[in-house]
């Protein structure tokens, strides 16, 4: 069985995704506390994901579990490149 992608909640979780970069910086994804200096925090790659699901057409079915999951890898993968990117620029 083939995998389901729904191109258009990704192109609005990446929408999203892009604003708050911009508004908030990089920072915003990452916690504050513990252990791991650069760790990504699983409630803002959540809200994104809910906020794209939200203001999805009305009329449009709930989006697939897997398709939901593709987003949320995507997402993760995009912000793990950010911080790498960041780590190397400031020599870490």
Request: proline share 6%; charged share 35%.
């Given at each position: ?5 729904d ?16 508004q ?19 409630t ?45 620029q400031?020599?870490?």
């Open positions: 069985m083939a995998d389901i992608i191109i258009t909640l990704l192109a609005d979780v990446r929408r999203f995704f892009q604003k708050l970069i911009e908030r910086g990089l920072s915003y994804f990452l916690q504050k506390d513990g252990p791991r200096l650069f760790q990504i925090e699983p803002k790659v959540e809200l994104v994901l809910r906020t794209a699901i939200r203001t999805r057409d009305p009329e449009l079915p709930r989006p697939h579990e897997k398709a939901i999951e593709h987003c949320r890898l995507e997402l993760r993968r995009e912000l793990i490149r950010r911080v790498a990117s960041a780590m190397l400031t020599g870490l």
